[in-house]
């Protein structure tokens, strides 16, 4: 083979300090060998000069009895068996090496698992047939090891390698997530489980009304995380839209449909899919030259990326693929893609309410107030996007066009198709049980004493449902106590014994 010495002793790689003085293996010391343009994956492998195994940051340091032979196919046998699988490296590297070479690749040991694994990944990848005559042995191995990344539950069979390919995607677009403990704390508290349980006790007309605030809710935060203020108009017509989330499949013409009903005014939006570049980010107050932080999908690649999505999401639908890791993974590839000249933010928070709905996590009609969630936590949402935005730029060769719009010049589909999406899904696990535990209970919770509060006022005074809401508003905003502008207009109607007795019902109910 061409490289040799592979493996790199250091203390320090890429900017990246290592717990100790060792050996760089896997991933790491293949994309600095092959000096691959992407970017590095979340966690490094560190042969340690002593015997001992630990995990610190980014780091994974093994102890030396781990220590290999220093080929190309042993750091790859060795990044499948610890690391898992990394299709942009895969993709990458079969790109750099003449087929002949992957042939002799192949031919180090025969029908071995990881020598199938890797042919697997040549043909699948790059969409054609090796010299190699198909297997007759009999028996099959998964392509994705389940202790470490998470898979379809039932994948297609491969008899030509006998392979059993449970990748939780198609070739077109397949994110994938490692099992981090934290993922698998929250899929063991059964959290849709909790929603229905705690669901069950609430009163049918509580939770109608619950369902009302909530989509409202929702859909102002999603337009606040953009950065927008819509009218009342616009909220409700959105919230509509995401209260109907799992109803239609998605397709081309979907998203063509949610764009327009999250662009009211469009005559200075271009509907559609991108026909020029797109990037989120600043301008140079002087030139107005574009400083990107995330660089969308190029216009050419746009059908064939969202062709994948479509696929990928029909696949997960049909699985036993956790629901909030597949809402993951449609809802972040599509943000990253960023199909749209706008409207992308609100229809990617969308997708998490329709892939949840369609996989039963959320029952369809009772919104599930994620993008709320989001809201409160909008500096992690900004870390989590730009976790995967930030590496990318140094690999994104770009041009400025005459209307300060970016053209990106070098192929980089396979950035949107291949990612690590271990990152988002835990943030998202982070807001779905935040939405559970805090915000639909809280929701619940005002709502079970504002009726008990409107029927006080109903038994007594009579008092219509608009007055109602206008006096808990006051009442909501100067402390339970009637303001003196409520006095004199709005509730001038009142004596001072009937104000007294309002003040104190507001707070005995309210307070507890």
Same mark, same amino acid.
């Given at each position: 083979m061409r490289i040799t010495n592979i493996s790199i002793k250091t203390a320090v790689f890429r900017g990246f300090q290592a717990p100790e003085t060792g050996t760089l293996v896997g991933y790491g010391a293949l994309i600095e060998a092959f000096n691959l343009a992407m970017p590095l994956p979340e966690t490094l492998s560190l042969i340690s000069e002593k015997r001992r195994s630990y995990r610190e940051n980014e780091w994974i340091v093994y102890s030396n009895k781990t220590q290999f032979e220093d080929t190309l196919y042993k750091h790859l046998v060795f990044a499948l068996k610890n690391e898992g699988i990394n299709l942009l490296f895969f993709k990458k590297l079969f790109e750099n090496l003449p087929e002949n070479e992957v042939v002799e690749l192949l031919g180090i040991e025969g029908t071995g698992q990881y020598t199938r694994k890797i042919w697997f990944l040549y043909e699948w990848l790059l969409e054609k047939e090796l010299p190699i005559p198909n297997l007759e042995i009999k028996n099959y191995v998964p392509l994705v090891d389940e +202790?470490?990344?998470? !898979?379809? =539950?039932?994948?297609?069979? %491969? %008899? /030509?390698? /006998?392979?059993i390919n449970n990748l939780p995607g198609t070739v077109d677009f397949c994110p994938l997530i490692r099992k981090t403990p934290k993922l698998? +704390?929250?899929r063991s508290e059964n959290l849709s489980a909790q929603k229905n349980n705690y669901l069950k006790g609430i009163r049918k007309s509580v939770l109608q009304r619950a369902t009302a605030f909530l989509l409202l809710k929702d859909s102002k935060a999603s337009f606040t995380i953009e950065g927008e203020s819509p009218k009342s108009k616009r909220a409700a017509r959105w919230g509509q839209a995401i209260?109907?989330?799992?109803?239609?499949?998605l397709s081309h013409g979907e998203f063509e449909r949610l764009q327009q009903i999250v662009i009211e005014n469009t005559r200075f939006v271009e509907m559609g899919y991108r026909k020029k570049g797109g990037f989120i980010g600043e301008r140079d107050s002087d030139s107005f030259s574009p400083v990107p932080d995330h660089i969308s999908a190029k216009t050419e690649d746009i059908e064939q990326l969202m062709n994948g999505l479509?696929? !990928?999401?029909? @696949? @997960? @639908?049909?699985?036993? !693929?956790?629901? #909030? @890791?597949?809402?993951? #993974?449609? =809802?972040?590839?599509?943000?990253?893609i960023h199909p749209f000249v706008d409207g992308n933010g609100r229809i990617h928070r969308y997708l998490i309410h329709h892939v949840l709905s369609k996989k039963h996590f959320s029952d369809q009609g009772l919104i599930f107030p994620v993008s709320a969630s989001i809201l409160n936590h909008i500096a992690d949402y900004q870390k989590v996007l730009e976790n995967y935005s930030a590496p990318l730029l140094d690999f994104m060769e770009w041009k400025e066009t005459q209307d300060h719009n970016i053209e990106v010049t070098n192929n980089t589909i396979d950035f949107y198709r291949y990612f690590d999406a271990t990152k988002q899904a835990e943030f998202l696990y982070d807001c779905v049980k935040d939405t559970i535990i805090n915000i639909i209970p809280n929701e619940v919770t005002y709502l079970t004493k504002y009726e008990e509060f409107k029927s006080y006022l109903d038994n007594i005074f009579e008092m219509p449902d608009d007055m109602v809401a206008l006096l808990v508003r006051f009442l909501e905003q100067n402390n339970g106590a009637f303001s003196n502008r409520a006095k004199e207009k709005e509730f001038k109607q009142l004596s001072t014994a009937e104000i007294a007795d309002i003040e104190e019902n507001y707070k005995l109910i309210f307070a507890n």
């Open positions: +202790k470490l990344q998470y !898979t379809l =539950s039932h994948g297609a069979r %491969s %008899s /030509r390698h /006998r392979i698998e +704390k929250y209260g109907q989330a799992g109803m239609h499949n479509i696929a !990928t999401n029909n @696949l @997960l @639908l049909n699985d036993e !693929t956790d629901a #909030v @890791l597949a809402a993951a #993974v449609i =809802s972040f590839g599509f943000v990253f």
